[in-house]
């Protein structure tokens, strides 16, 4: 079996025996442009390594009057340091002296050639690429014909991020826009800053300016003094309940709060608990906390509004394959021939059916095929380039020289005890074999491949593209099937003339070429509902050990750790849900892409903003020290504004890859592997965005500074990504808007109802003390207001105390988690004074109806389709193409485009 070409896991683009059988005719005119065109959109065939390896030559004797013409910047610094001094040390560059090892110039013109993306210059001469001033143009990879320059991270405005598909252009714009709209109401609500800076709320506040207890950062920072944090406690009796309520104070963060001493007059025990003095919640400044709330939900909605036009222009502006074509999910198994759909779906459409395309269910062949492809590389890394692997001989001959060098050579001491620690663990993840145990592999695997091309498969999927937009939505509206009909393969509502060969055909719109899992097709709903559930159990696990951890961090190290650990748990914890989810089956990237979104979401909202809340004991939410929650908080946002982004930048497994891995490289195979960029998913970056939403409006009576300070988070965040996307990260499949519409749907709304029931118990709460004014005067008086060696829970004895008054307090629990929260929730436990009563009422029933319009109208939609769609189609044609129906061309173009696509595949 020959395996010079390129076997990838995307199957149209090689495909084995049988894996699509298509009815196109491809005109040959403007071929060679609209190949360009395609492999600007990451969807033409791959070039060979010899291929590449001409084109990088080529660049090479044009890089340097490039350079001179154009003037420096036009590369990456990494490209200049290292060509220009790491490669000339030996400490660097291993095959400096090896002349048969391929240059290490030439993988990072691969790197900025190939992997990142680069856009044509604008010059004056007849290039029709390089006509458009002030237009970005983007380049396919290897462009040598016409200049080209790498994307400004900088100058590229937000309508050139298109390119790299409607979700990511959508996702620069929310952040831009979103951290502008945080800005604003952040101004909204000076003036609750203000207040909480003032001697009105805290009376000790500018006597303890400084002291928030975080370290000398934050005091330099002095972000603590726009906060909620209470510097100013006083000692109080607690005549009631208190010494039955310990365990309110029985821990690390409250424990110096709580102690006991002995009446000299009565000589009975007394309760003494050290409370906060700040002013309870006041109405004013809740209702600016809720006008700010209100102005935020009327921006997000206005914002989302915008959105929505823009994914119709957008979608003008870049029409695509999904445009034309339609996914018969469940096939009859043995409906081969593309003839017989060609003649099925041509009577939907007054035009012909353009491409058919059939995908067979060989996904273990198609993985076999993958696997053969991994060991020849592994071996041709090891063996060298010129070993011929269809000669059994050859190669056997070259597997026992290669281990008899190895056994002549007699490795260090060190290296003997690096190789008993890692061979172990190499092993144990199916890494580390020697080069005879990957050729009997491969002998294996070669026999697999041949006895499963002979195996029959069933048919898993068919695709169909038309001529117009109106054949699609023809076909998708005439076999528009409920979830009944398809259960029962009996047609209900649908025409009889819609079943073919007897069968209720689930319809569908097609996702992206790029974006269809094409191994994946042939799982049933059911296994793919079973694998999910199965990752999330997973994942709720992950959540409760990082609680576990979190809480360890905070109690027994310290807030700053703890924040660090936090961000870094953040940057980890989606590599580890990206390998869960590879598990799962999806039928395209779009799918796969929303069940990683909910789970990271679900890890990061609970990691970074709810367990934060739920770890900190009731009567510490307002203290000083350094692990009370508004000091988390404080550290948590510094950690997220630095450590996060710096985290995503100094992405380690490239490091290694270009800095280690690519100069001790033998073939340019392996050289070219090394420069293919980092990995980003568009759903993990919309997590990271709407844990930032809900941090800010979560904590917001807390600390009303927040909105400014996740607003500089929102923006650090768009520039950071910007520069990995234009300098560092490879290109990702189209996807479409999807994910930026189920996040905006579901997660963003949700992080503000989440946020402002969140704010309608710290109002509810406050003062956060588990006290309240004793009932019965007579037996509330003290006689006595000082008490001598008072032992604390802590441990300690306080030799003296004197209480504020001599008047004592009882125990009532503040605690409660009714909903909504509302004054009448506090039962015979009155705590709330009439300003906090007026505030409550109001925060607490606005949350309840925030929360029944979420429910309505953002799941009830979702449920009612789910319902209605049991027993009758709800595919409804969008009106949204007037533009491209009418025009002509923009059709004409993307019918020729997939056509041309399809001829690259076949071929």
């Known amino acids: 079996m020959n395996d010079n070409n390129d076997l990838t896991t995307t199957p149209l683009l090689h495909p084995p025996p049988h894996q699509n059988m298509q009815h196109s005719t491809a005109p040959s005119s403007r071929s060679q442009q609209l190949r360009r065109a395609i492999a600007a959109t990451g969807a033409g065939a791959e070039l060979s390594n010899e291929e590449i390896n001409m084109v990088i030559q080529n660049l090479s004797t044009q890089a340097m009057g490039w350079t001179e013409a154009i003037g420096r910047g036009r590369e990456t610094w990494s490209r200049y340091l290292v060509e220009n001094y790491f490669s000339r040390w030996k400490w660097y560059n291993p095959n400096l002296s090896n002349p048969t090892a391929p240059p290490l110039s030439h993988g990072w013109a691969f790197f900025e050639y190939f992997t990142l993306p680069r856009r044509f210059l604008h010059d004056n001469g007849d290039n029709d690429n390089t006509k458009h001033h002030g237009v970005y143009i983007r380049a396919p990879p290897g462009e040598e014909a016409s200049r080209t320059e790498l994307y400004s991270w900088i100058l590229t405005p937000l309508s050139a991020m298109s390119d790299w598909g409607i979700g990511v252009s959508m996702y620069f714009s929310t952040l831009m826009t979103m951290g502008c709209i945080l800005a604003l109401v952040g101004l909204v609500n000076i003036a609750n800053i203000v207040y909480y800076s003032s001697g009105a709320y805290d009376p000790t506040r500018d006597e303890k300016k400084g002291n928030g207890g975080a370290g000398d950062f934050f005091d330099l920072l002095d972000i603590l003094r726009f906060s909620a944090i209470c510097t100013d406690r006083e000692w109080v009796v607690c005549q009631e309940g208190c010494n039955e309520q310990v365990r309110y104070w029985n821990s690390i963060f409250a424990n110096e709060y709580y102690g006991t001493a002995v009446d000299p007059t009565t000589g009975n025990e007394i309760t003494l608990i050290h409370r906060t003095t700040c002013l309870p919640a006041q109405f004013q400044q809740g209702m600016w906390n809720l006008g700010t709330l209100i102005l935020l939900i009327v921006c997000i ?487 001598t060696n008072v032992a604390l829970l802590n441990g300690s004895t306080l030799n003296s105390v004197e209480t504020s008054s001599n008047e004592a307090v009882r125990f009532c629990n503040q605690n409660i988690f009714s909903f909504p929260p509302v004054p009448a929730k506090q039962g015979s436990n009155v705590w709330m004074t009439e300003s906090q009563e007026r505030l409550s009422r109001i925060y607490g029933w606005f949350c309840l109806v925030l929360l029944v319009t979420y429910v309505v109208a953002i799941l009830g939609q979702r449920i009612v389709k789910f319902v209605m769609a049991c027993w009758k189609g709800v595919y409804k044609a969008s009106n949204n193409y007037l533009f491209l129906l009418v025009n002509g061309h923009p059709i004409l173009r993307s019918s020729l485009a997939t056509t041309i696509l399809s001829s690259s595949r076949r071929e």
Request: glycine fraction near 4%; charge should be negative; charged fraction near 20%.
């Open 301 to 787: 909605s206005a914002y989302m509004w915008y959105l929505s036009k823009l994914e119709i222009r957008y979608d003008e502006d870049n029409t695509s394959a999904p445009d034309y074509t339609v996914i018969v999910k469940n096939p009859p198994p043995t409906a081969y021939d593309p003839e017989e759909w060609r003649d099925f779906f041509e009577r939907y459409s007054s035009k012909q059916v353009t491409l058919c395309t059939i995908a067979l269910d060989n996904e273990r062949l198609l993985r076999k095929l993958i696997q053969r492809r991994q060991d020849i590389k592994r071996l041709r890394s090891r063996l060298g380039t010129s070993i011929d692997f269809e000669n059994a001989d050859e190669v056997e001959k070259a597997v026992q020289d290669a281990i008899t060098k190895r056994q002549d050579s007699e490795p260090s001491c060190l290296g003997k005890i690096c190789g008993c620690i890692t061979t172990p663990l190499l092993r144990l993840f199916g890494c580390g074999k020697t080069e005879s145990e990957i050729w009997e592999r491969l002998q294996t695997t070669t026999d697999e491949i041949k006895a499963l091309q002979l195996e029959e498969c069933k048919v898993s999927a068919v695709y169909i593209t038309f001529e117009t937009e109106q054949g699609q939505r023809t076909a998708l509206e005439a076999l528009n099937a409920s979830r009944t009909e398809l259960m029962t393969n009996t047609a209900i509502n649908l025409d009889p003339s819609a079943l073919f060969r007897g069968t209720v055909l689930k319809v569908e719109e097609a996702s992206e070429p790029t974006a269809v899992r094409w191994m994946d097709l042939s799982y049933s709903t059911m296994s793919m509902n079973i694998r999910t559930f199965l990752t999330m159990c997973v994942t709720l696990g992950l959540v409760a050990a990082s609680a576990v951890i979190l809480n360890l961090c905070r109690t027994r190290v310290g807030t700053m750790l703890y924040a660090v650990i936090l961000s870094t748990l953040n940057f980890i914890i989606p590599l580890v849900v990206r390998i869960m989810v590879s598990y799962e089956k999806h039928y395209d990237e779009g799918a796969m892409q929303r069940s990683l979104y909910i789970k990271i979401t679900l890890f990061r909202w609970m990691n970074t903003a709810i367990i934060t809340r739920l770890i900190t004991p009731f009567v510490a939410t307002l203290g000083v020290d350094k692990i009370d929650m508004i000091n988390t908080i404080n550290a948590l946002i510094i950690s997220e504004m630095l450590l996060s982004p710096l985290l995503r930048y100094l992405d380690i497994f490239e490091i290694l890859n270009r800095h280690y891995f690519a100069p001790r490289a033998t073939t340019h195979e392996d050289l070219y592997s090394c420069f293919t960029g980092g990995w980003y998913n568009l759903a993990e970056r919309f997590t990271d965005f709407t844990k930032i939403l809900l941090l800010a409006v979560f904590y917001s009576p807390f600390m009303p500074l927040i909105y400014f300070l996740c607003a500089l988070i929102l923006f650090i965040q768009y520039w950071m990504d910007k520069f990995l996307l234009l300098r560092s990260w490879q290109k990702a499949p189209l996807v479409g808007p999807e994910t930026a519409r189920f996040s905006r749907m579901y997660f963003t709304t949700a992080a503000v109802v989440l946020g402002a029931i969140s704010s309608a118990y710290a109002y509810f709460h406050s003062p956060f003390t588990q006290l309240c004014d004793c009932t019965d005067d007579e037996s509330c008086t003290l006689s006595q207001t000082t008490f």
